[in-house]
């Protein structure tokens, strides 16, 4: 086991996620095994095995031939197989396998971890290029990171002699039956060799993405502005959503090809199919002169999860079972524990009463361009700064605007509704789980008051994490991440009573004490006590809504002067 090829180069990107994060995400968002995955995955390649040789057939020529080994591994020595097996040069590959384990791959992965195989295609053909994260096209293992670029991913586990087959997608995971490579030989090897065949479209990657010598674009479908027709990408993100399922809502800055400003941000959006459309309410907002929205400069609608599951029967979702979830807290315990049976799935998981949610990916351009909330500068540009779904991704800070100009922008409306259209609206929850607020985690219809909780939220959020990701990992508000929607519910109710935010306000970091009395107030006028209780309820009134806002408003107004005549 200590010969097989390790490549200490394909390290993940790294992810701010923990295991119960992860499993929250997925949980109740699995589909399988599905008759049918096979044939569609790899139906179009088809295999010879002849006098030991296994020739790989496409659209009827022959894309590659190899010799196959006389016996299948034995699960012990499955790993040296592999890598000894797949290192050889194929014909008609266009990628090749790597072998890793342990820290290698990942920092706080530990031997225990298994082992991850990796199928790598860079961008450019040049042999000498470096392997990256970017190029794995197919995994091995379990990994979570948010990655904007591609439609889905495949993987595969395998446990012993057993593997199944993965597709990843932004409205869940499924599976293809379990089958036994000992006894499906050749099976297995065809499917690992088609691997290194498919082409782009095969491996999910996004075809308006592309990438030269200035680096990685988008080209744009834009007859109503011509010079919008391709537009390079930042190297990183301003904003991001990490988690497999989801709306994996990601930013960029871009720029035209001729230009060296970043003038525009470009997002790719998972939107629930239901959900309206956001260029229509960036056009609402620009009618009714919010001088705060966005401009929209392009949209289009790439690609939809019902569509790549074309041709798959669907059923209703899977959820982990009550006997897995229980032991989570034990999460390398539950690896080993996985049961060695042909069931799969099917063993640890229990059926659902919710189908499948069909996600649409979308594109948008929007100017002006701005910068992430958590770099703001000093505490008067962060009080300048502070619609459904509130939280720090969705704002970004704008730079050298006048007085009247706004200094801080909402990017994201995907989840928005106008308010007419919210006074009959079915009660739901929508939003970034440590920002949404009380009434909307016990299913109120969504009022203007819970966005100004919302902006309460994040603001304590930037305070606390004090330009990090996350919080620090005692922090109070990292139990606003996890959990159901009632526990959550629970928390924030105890965390906005007198005496337990007294606990968020010693969160704070010393640079940010002056801004404790400006939270308190905040809190007070948000949570009014009644009945000896917090309120967590919204008076729709006119006037009550208008004073509401007067009062959040004069709040701010008096922290920035205050700050401001330091």
């Not at 929250?24 to 569609?40: A, Y």
């Not at 099976?187 to 990657?205: A, E, H, K, P, V």
Request: hydrophobic share 35%; with cysteine; proline share 5%.
């Amino acid at each position: 086991m200590e010969n097989y090829s390790e490549v200490s180069t394909l390290s993940p990107p790294a992810s701010t996620a923990d295991d119960q994060e992860i499993f929250d995400n997925i949980g109740g968002r699995l589909h399988g095994p599905m008759s049918g995955f096979i044939k569609k995955y790899f139906g179009k390649f088809q295999h010879v095995h002849q006098d030991s040789i296994l020739e790989i057939q496409a659209a009827g020529r022959v894309s590659g031939g190899r010799a196959v080994p006389p016996i299948a591994p034995s699960p012990n020595d499955f790993l040296q197989w592999f890598s000894n097996y797949v290192s050889r040069e194929i014909d008609g590959a266009r990628g090749s396998w790597h072998v890793s384990s342990g820290n290698a791959v990942l920092e706080r992965g530990s031997p225990s971890d298994g082992a991850r195989l990796l199928l790598t295609i860079p961008v450019s053909p040049d042999s000498d290029v470096q392997k990256r994260w970017d190029h794995v096209q197919v995994i091995g293992q379990f990994y979570h990171r948010s990655c904007p670029m591609r439609l889905f991913l495949h993987g595969f586990y395998i446990r012993g002699s057993l593997i199944e087959l993965w597709v990843f997608d932004r409205s869940g995971l499924y599976c293809s039956d379990v089958f036994d490579l000992r006894e499906e030989y050749i099976q297995f090897l065809s499917i690992i060799l088609s691997y290194q065949r498919m082409t782009d479209q095969d491996l999910g990657r996004i075809s308006i993405v592309g990438m030269d010598e200035g680096g990685s674009y988008v080209i744009l479908d834009n007859a109503a502005m011509p010079s919008l027709g391709k537009l390079y990408l930042e190297n990183e993100p301003i904003a991001s959503r990490e988690g497999l399922v989801g709306a994996g809502t990601t930013y960029y800055r871009a720029r035209m090809p001729d230009s060296n400003q970043w003038n525009y941000n470009l997002k790719f959006k998972w939107r629930w199919a239901r959900e309206r459309p956001e260029d229509e309410l960036l056009k609402l907002a620009k009618e009714k002169c919010s001088w705060d929205a966005v401009s929209l400069d392009y949209y289009t609608e790439v690609e939809s999860a019902a569509n790549l599951r074309r041709g798959l029967r669907w059923g209703t979702h899977r959820k982990f079972s009550k006997h897995f979830r229980g032991r989570l807290g034990h999460i390398e315990e539950q690896r080993e524990d996985v049961p060695r049976n042909a069931d799969g799935l099917v063993e640890y998981t229990e059926e659902t009463d919710n189908y499948f949610q069909n996600r649409v990916l979308a594109c948008v351009v929007t100017s002006p361009v701005g910068r992430p909330l958590h770099t703001f500068q000093s505490l008067s540009e962060l009080l300048q700064i502070l619609h459904r779904d509130i939280s720090p991704g969705n704002m970004i800070i704008l730079d050298g605007k006048g007085d009247r100009k706004p200094k801080g922008i909402l990017i994201d409306l995907d989840s928005a509704i106008v308010h007419t259209e919210a006074l009959g609206a079915e009660p739901g929850i929508t939003g970034t789980r440590p920002f949404m607020a009380i009434g909307v985690l016990k299913r109120e219809c969504h009022k203007h008051r819970h966005d100004l909780e919302s902006f309460l939220y994040v603001f304590l959020w930037i305070v606390i994490t004090n330009h990090e990701d996350n919080p620090p990992e005692a922090s109070m508000l990292r139990r606003w991440s996890n959990g159901d929607w009632g526990e959550l519910a629970v928390r924030k109710s105890l965390a906005m009573g007198q005496d337990k935010f007294r606990n968020v306000l010693d969160e704070f970091p010393l640079e940010f004490h002056p801004l404790k009395p400006l939270a308190e107030i905040l809190r007070q006028i948000l949570f009014p006590i009644r009945g000896g209780v917090i309120w967590t309820g919204t008076d729709g009134s006119p006037e009550a809504v208008d004073d509401l806002y007067d009062e959040m408003i004069r709040a701010f107004e008096d922290a920035i002067a205050s700050e401001t005549g330091r």
